[in-house]
């Protein structure tokens, strides 16, 4: 894909800055590209310094120029794209009390209604159907417009609910008086957009964000009630950000404090609106733990004592110490306990082995166990227990790379499933045309890094074909093997679609996160570059008809292979790239800085973490070399990758790399890490990165 016949690339100005750390001296001509009042552009994006500006659209109309002969093919996704969306579609409801709550779509809509109707009523028809929230009426007008949190009081009467209109992750809340569809005078703004109810409908629990864009304070706000809310809980950790939820049973309302490694659960009594919050257990660094209730007991998914693939124990609720639980599933190394769920008969949870999850169920009166079974090689579970406690069903996802996805309702004592739901594709979808499998690539010290295959029948597996390889890799996240409609224009035109489950994930336990975080950090580009290795050494492909796929800490996998690895690959997409990790991990006053110090180490207060985090990051390690075709993706009121990290590594980007290869950054100057809010522009942005894709594999 050479560039030759394209106009001149932006030019960006290099501007002296240096910053000196452990007697190390850094030179970074393009610090400029930071604003000083990134805060305020967060809230406010037209603040933006005007020579930035001009910069990134004028980057935003080099890539429209050098995609221009895509522009009929980006037609042709999108449409494709669109047609796979059931555009009428609905959830299946979820009951509460009298009520069957549930989310809709409108054709042609781009945002959800939420809505509810008497429970057990017919979904077929409008005539018992209350819309609760219409968010094509709501975003009109806007550019960006985000749903955030959607609680409905205890009673039924009322509803809080939150939007961000910037894509800065600011939400404002609010309160609508369910039965006359009008909102109180009250709103808070800066909110995280979760919110709360406490069991007497009039008492609301939110958090707001502190001055660095960080959840740090917890308030109570009675409804009616003069004066300013009470804040009940101050988070003092820049590394700990703050989160709010409920028990399942109802009866309490909690509060989580947590970094990536450690955290911290504290009680506020739902039936009490003056109740203060109690803690659990004291944070201690490297304990994790999550909590569930039932009848005075608290059941704790937790890794101390050396679970590291964790256990569930037990504790009253008057004495919640550590010093007193009891355990009552066993740690098993390799099992790694995904999530704890608890209803008034049985404890569920979810549970990966292998790099494949599982739903086991315990009779909590007879301590008898079963497991919900599944017979695909390769595939991804979605678990909800909904809003009632005293249920014998649950509701699960199934899906894989070929299966569209199946809503089953599943009664735990009768273990009878019941499909309530399969994922609609309007536009056609026959799962026997496609093949999925797993198979593992050997990386650099032997470990079998998995990967998830999906291709059409047709596609010869003989070398000739390109191959889209995607990965991630941080914070112990598992890139789950489930069913993408997305990615069939890219399969149908020819391409192997890969997932490789490397090392930073957790697809083969907890060990795999921590083999690919901190000192451990490049075995993550590693085994990428093993797996792209290993899929040519099988003939699947060759070297250089690869295109590789990441966003966010993606993002960084992408800028590291690409200087370790370039002639590996025909194409690179890294969207919201985390690429100038150094500079970031020394900027305490970015919002996710002291919380990530954990992940990759912090450089401020270790000379051996900067050395160590400059040998990798993206920014710092570009160099005079030939690089493949690359399109970068950032969003404006980004809050999590800033969009400075990819402008900067662009620019220079295009000072030292060697060949004509295109080079593209595409902005989105109205929105932030997820980029465009409504289905259907979402898809646009889905329908220009494939293009690229196709126009690099040379399939157009």
């Known amino acids: 894909m050479p560039s030759k016949t394209l106009p001149k690339p932006p030019s960006v100005a290099q501007k002296p800055h240096a910053s000196t750390h452990h007697g190390i001296t850094n030179e970074d001509p393009y610090q400029w590209l930071r604003a000083d009042n990134w805060q305020e552009v967060m809230t406010d994006p037209e603040t933006l310094d005007s020579e930035i500006r001009n910069y990134l659209e004028a980057e935003n109309a080099f890539t429209q120029t050098a995609l221009q002969d895509t522009t009929d093919l980006q037609t042709t996704l999108f449409k494709e794209l669109k047609g796979r969306i059931k555009q009428d579609d609905s959830t299946v409801p979820q009951p509460d009390g009298n009520w069957d709550y549930y989310v809709s779509y409108v054709k042609d809509g781009q945002h959800p209604l939420y809505c509810r109707k008497p429970k057990g009523s017919s979904q077929d028809g409008p005539q018992d159907e209350y819309i609760l929230l219409d968010g094509n009426q709501l975003s009109e007008g806007k550019p960006y417009f985000e749903f955030g949190g959607i609680s409905h009081s205890p009673d039924h009467k009322q509803l809080a609910w939150s939007v961000d209109e910037k894509g ?53 706000h ?108 066993a740690h098993k190394p390799g099992k790694l306990l995904i999530s704890l769920s608890l209803l008034k008969d049985h404890l569920i949870r979810m549970e990966r082995e292998e790099g494949l999850p599982r739903i086991v169920i315990r009779e909590l009166e007879t301590g008898q166990e079963h497991t919900i079974a599944f017979d695909e090689e390769a595939y991804a579970l979605g678990l909800s227990t909904g809003y009632e406690f005293d249920t014998q069903t649950i509701r699960f996802t199934y899906s894989s790379m070929t299966t569209p996805a199946q809503i089953y309702d599943y009664n735990m004592t009768t273990r009878e499933r019941v499909l309530r739901k399969t994922q609609e594709i309007p536009s056609g979808h026959e799962r026997e045309d496609y093949i999925t499998k797993r198979i593992f690539a050997p990386s650099h010290d032997g470990e079998q890094i998995p990967l998830t295959m999906l291709y059409h029948k047709d596609t010869p597996l003989d070398g000739s074909a390109p191959l889209f390889l995607y990965g991630y890799g941080s914070y112990g996240i598992t890139m789950p093997a489930g069913f993408y409609a997305n990615h069939l224009n890219l399969v149908d035109r020819g391409f192997i679609y890969v997932i490789a489950h490397i090392r930073g994930g957790k697809e083969k336990g907890y060990r795999w996160y921590t083999n690919g975080k901190m000192e451990h950090k490049t075995n993550t580009f590693k085994d990428f570059i093993s797996a792209g290795e290993h899929l040519v050494k099988e003939g699947y492909t060759q070297t250089g008809h690869i295109v590789a796929h990441g966003g966010s800490a993606g993002g960084m996998l992408m800028g590291a292979v690409a200087n370790m690895s370039p002639d590996l690959f025909a194409g690179i997409i890294a969207e919201v790239p985390f690429v100038d990790v150094l500079n970031t991990m020394l900027d305490d006053s970015l919002p996710l800085t002291p919380p990530e110090w954990p992940e990759w180490g912090n450089p401020i207060k270790s000379k051996e973490a900067y050395e160590r985090i400059k040998s990798y990051s993206p920014y710092d390690n570009v160099k005079a070399q030939n690089y493949p075709s690359m399109l970068v993706v950032a969003g404006l ?3 999590r990758v800033t969009y400075w990290e990819p402008a900067k590594w662009v620019a220079k980007l295009r000072t030292l790399k060697t060949d004509d290869n295109p080079l593209l950054l595409k902005t989105n100057m109205e929105a932030g890490h997820g980029g465009a809010s409504g289905r259907f522009d979402h898809l646009k942005e889905v329908a220009l990165t494939q293009s690229f894709a196709l126009k690099v594999a040379q399939l157009i």
């Open 637 to 639: 009121t980004d809050p």
């Open 222 to 329: 009675i409804l009616g009630q003069e004066g300013p809310d009470e804040l009940i809980y101050q988070e003092q950790d820049p590394g700990f950000f703050v989160n709010i939820g409920t028990t399942q049973s109802n009866k309490y309302v909690v509060i989580n404090a947590s970094g990536h490694e450690t955290s911290e659960w504290h009680l506020i009594d739902a039936n009490d609106s003056q109740s203060a919050p109690k803690c659990v257990e004291k944070r201690d660094q490297g304990h994790e733990y999550e909590l569930e209730e039932r009848d005075g007991t608290l059941y704790i998914m937790t890794n101390t004592d050396g679970a590291e693939d964790f256990k569930i124990v037990t504790t009253s609720i008057e004495r919640p110490e550590r010093s007193n639980w009891q355990d009552l599933i």
């Open 168 to 220: 800065s992750e600011y939400y404002t809340l609010y309160i609508r008086d369910i039965a006359t569809g009008k909102d109180l005078s009250t709103t808070i703004e800066k909110t995280t957009g979760n919110v709360c109810w406490g069991n007497d409908a009039n008492t609301l629990y939110y958090v707001l964000r502190d001055e660095n864009h960080r959840p740090a304070f917890v308030h109570r």
